[in-house]
């Protein structure tokens, strides 16, 4: 059935009246037309069936001690973590602490964590606040791999790296000259070398123009303010180059030959405030050529930045208009665009237009064809612009040509054909790209499929973020939880499967099939330079006023029954969890000191503090470990 003869279904609830009055209302004068002609966009489909809902959500209520099929990785928003879930079961699994302090395992206490945090003047973390909002993983052949993952701070410009063989954070790298680190994405081949097939630089777009240098001097002239964008390399996580360029970045993309990486950019008019970033009627999706950025790198074609070493090439617009020899390029998409997403197939990026109604969806071919010399004018490169519904966000894919977009100001997702929408966009009106519609609940922002961005894309299950829960959980008090949703996109109907209340704010996710990760249940112990291989090795290490505590754990008991320290002494206490079994962390705490970690089989970490506080102080194991986990302590004695 076409969109222009779909029958009108039930009226949406009042509600969703509301809420798209509401949006509509706080985007009044701003939504400006797109130069593009599109079709309506389709009436709301009517809610699926309880029936089918009740049929398909069998699925997800796995039966005590069975294992979900797939991993989910979620941002932690202001928590600064990651959060893993089991999919699609939705159960949190484990939070990895990245950016912010974490009580449980220590993080921002050990030594270990903050030499990989930072520290401030005091010896503590660099920031106890932070802001993670997009993550993604490496990839081999177009598929995840299973060794990393990446996290954004948007708030202090840091990039976090994790480990998924221990899912821990085990760097993490501040970008200089940047404010507002927003999109990150890994590459998925080298741009050169087709024998690396496999992610070796994660790039990350920064959201906010400053002046460069941002010294103070020049807040007040709006032609100095600029957005960088950066390559990180994805073994040490230090920045390898940026990118000078017009506008701000939103999120990012690569495609799987590793040639081009883009952002969607608004503001490309350049403002410096709300009114002055409005009056372009259309933004870009800015395009990298990722050899020809380091081949001028590598020729001494950049400049530096204040105290920054790292080299910065001009991918202006002004700088760029040859295309021979541009490396950039910049596609004209509907203002004030939200998200880009790589089709499964390598074949497109796909822009949702936020303030438009449409997607806009550019065919990578055609790009590479404009750097070279090929293709007239870039904008010839988009293949398909059409409407989909109100407020367009972010897109996934299920692996058989749909997209999936969701739709913020009507509370939808929206399944759509790409090949069909280039047909209709081409001249073709009785292409029916619009595949479905489900109501969701409410205001969508991400959205991700299994195995969406990868070559595996497998099209099962859908997980929506929802930015607003309104009545779907127990009230609370003010602060509502967001509401991440699971839906069945196996067959041609999506089928809302489940709810789950998340504290704010998550933002991005990834889900990908449990065999890709191979996790260590124990840790290797020679890792550590500091392990204490043996208990016999324990005891207290005077160097004047500096001491060294090494102490083993072995349940129930710490090597040292006790230790004996003086008012004064700056203390190293270094602990060793020697026990070998699967899932037998010990925890160390130490009470009025502020100390409190854990400690997994074979793993080692160290504590620094001065004993400044005379007495008696029972350190004892915090997480529970063996029958006589209660008398697994010892004492911490500091003389005056």
Same mark, same amino acid.
């Given at each position: 059935m076409s969109q222009s003869n779909r029958p009108e279904t039930e009226a949406v609830p009042a509600r969703r009246k509301f809420l798209n009055t509401a949006a509509l209302a706080g985007l009044a004068g701003v939504v400006g037309c797109t130069e593009k002609a599109a079709p309506a966009a389709a009436p709301a489909a009517a809610p699926a069936a309880s029936a089918a809902t009740s049929s398909a959500a069998s699925g997800i209520h796995l039966k005590p001690g069975e294992l979900d099929s797939y991993y989910g990785l979620w941002s932690g928003g202001h928590n600064g973590d990651v959060r893993v879930l089991g999919m699609p079961s939705g159960r949190e699994l484990l939070r990895i602490p990245c950016f912010r302090p974490d009580a449980l395992v220590g993080w921002g206490i050990t030594n270990e964590s903050l030499d990989v945090m930072g520290r401030n003047a005091q010896g503590g973390p660099l920031y106890n606040v932070a802001d993670t909002h997009h993550l993604h993983a490496s990839y081999k052949d177009g598929n995840y791999d299973g060794r990393y993952a990446w996290v954004n701070d948007k708030l202090n410009s840091r990039i976090a790296r994790i480990r998924l063989d221990y899912f821990v954070c085990d760097k993490i790298t501040t970008l200089p000259n940047?404010?507002?680190?927003?999109?990150?994405f890994p590459d998925k081949a080298d741009p050169v070398d087709p024998a690396i097939n496999y992610t070796t630089r994660v790039f990350c777009g920064a959201e906010f123009s400053v002046p460069l240098p941002n010294d103070g001097t020049d807040a007040n002239t709006p032609e100095k303010y600029r957005s960088l964008f950066t390559c990180v390399d994805a073994e040490t996580v230090e920045v390898r180059w940026q990118v000078l360029i017009d506008g701000n970045c939103d999120l990012t993309a690569t495609s799987y030959d590793g040639k081009l990486a883009a952002t =969607?950019?608004? =503001?490309?008019?350049?403002?410096?405030?709300?009114?002055?970033?409005?009056?372009?009627?259309?933004?870009?999706?800015?395009?990298?050529?990722?050899?020809?950025?380091?081949?001028?790198?590598?020729?001494?074609?950049f400049t530096t930045y204040g105290t920054s070493k790292v080299p910065v090439v001009d991918g202006t617009q002004a700088a760029n208009k040859d295309p021979l020899t541009a490396l950039t390029g910049y596609v004209s998409v509907p203002k004030n665009p939200h998200g880009v997403n790589a089709s499964p197939d390598g074949k497109y990026f796909i822009c949702a237009g936020k303030l438009s109604p449409t997607t806009t969806t550019i065919e990578l071919s055609k790009v590479l064809d404009w750097f070279d010399g090929k293709l007239q004018n870039i904008d010839d490169s988009i293949v398909a612009e059409v409407e989909v519904g109100l407020g367009p966000l972010h897109t996934a894919f299920d692996g058989r040509g749909n997209a999936y977009t969701t739709l913020f100001l009507d509370s939808q997702m929206v399944k759509w054909n790409v090949e069909k929408a280039i047909a209709y966009h081409n001249g073709d009106k009785t292409a029916e790209y619009i595949i479905d519609r489900l109501d969701v609940h409410y205001q969508p922002g991400h959205t991700n499929a299994?195995?969406?961005? *990868?070559?595996?894309a497998d099209g099962k299950y859908l997980a929506v973020g929802c930015k607003f829960s309104k009545d779907r959980f127990l009230p609370v008090g003010p602060f509502h939880p967001e509401n991440e949703q699971i839906v069945d996109i196996s067959g041609d109907k999506m089928v809302l499967l489940a709810d789950h209340p998340v504290r704010g704010e998550p933002h991005d996710f990834i889900i990908f099939k449990r065999d890709i990760i191979k996790t260590k249940q124990?840790?290797?112990?020679?890792?550590?330079?500091?392990?204490?291989?043996?208990?016999?090795?324990?005891?207290?290490?005077?160097?004047?006023?500096?001491?060294?505590?090494?102490?083993?754990?072995?349940?129930?008991?710490?090597?040292?029954?006790?230790?004996?320290?003086?008012?004064?002494?700056?203390?190293?206490?270094?602990? *060793? =969890?020697?026990?070998k079994i699967e899932d037998l962390t010990h925890g160390f705490a130490i009470p009025k000191y502020n100390i409190q970690f854990?400690?997994?089989?074979?793993? *080692?970490?160290?504590?620094?503090f001065v004993a400044d506080k005379p007495g008696v102080f029972w350190a004892y194991c915090s997480t529970f470990c063996h029958a006589l986990h209660l008398e697994m302590r010892t004492r911490m004695i500091v003389e005056a």
């Open positions: 940047v404010q507002g680190f927003h999109g990150i =969607n950019q608004y =503001n490309v008019e350049m403002g410096v405030h709300y009114e002055d970033m409005m009056s372009a009627e259309r933004d870009a999706c800015l395009f990298f050529n990722i050899a020809r950025i380091e081949e001028a790198v590598k020729a001494g074609k299994t195995q969406s961005e *990868t070559r595996a124990v840790y290797d112990l020679d890792e550590s330079p500091l392990a204490i291989k043996d208990p016999k090795e324990s005891g207290v290490f005077r160097d004047g006023k500096k001491v060294t505590v090494k102490i083993t754990s072995q349940a129930p008991a710490f090597s040292m029954r006790e230790f004996t320290l003086k008012k004064g002494d700056e203390v190293t206490l270094i602990l *060793t =969890n020697l026990d854990v400690i997994n089989p074979l793993e *080692t970490k160290s504590v620094t």
